[in-house]
């Protein structure tokens, strides 16, 4: 991914029991990407979306689509 180290954090709306996705959008502005992953497993792989994937993903849960 990036030598940078990410900056991993989960909404504040997160509480539900621990089944949360965390996402390091430090990284957006200087690599075009977001990293995710399961909040339940930090040390596990970790999925990167490019920002307007991630941009997509948040619209279409505001629209409550997802």
């Given at each position: 991914m990036t030598t940078e180290t990410p900056h991993w954090f989960k909404s504040s709306y997160s509480?539900?029991?621990?089944?949360?996705?965390e996402i390091a959008a430090d990284?957006?502005?200087?690599?075009?990407?977001v990293p995710?992953?399961?909040s339940?497993?930090?040390?596990?792989?970790?999925l990167r979306v490019t920002v307007r994937a991630f941009a997509a993903f948040v619209?279409?849960?505001?629209?409550?689509?997802v």
């Open positions: 509480e539900n029991g621990g089944a949360c996705v990284l957006a502005a200087s690599h075009g990407v995710l992953r399961d339940k497993n930090p040390t596990g792989p970790a619209d279409g849960v505001k629209a409550g689509a």
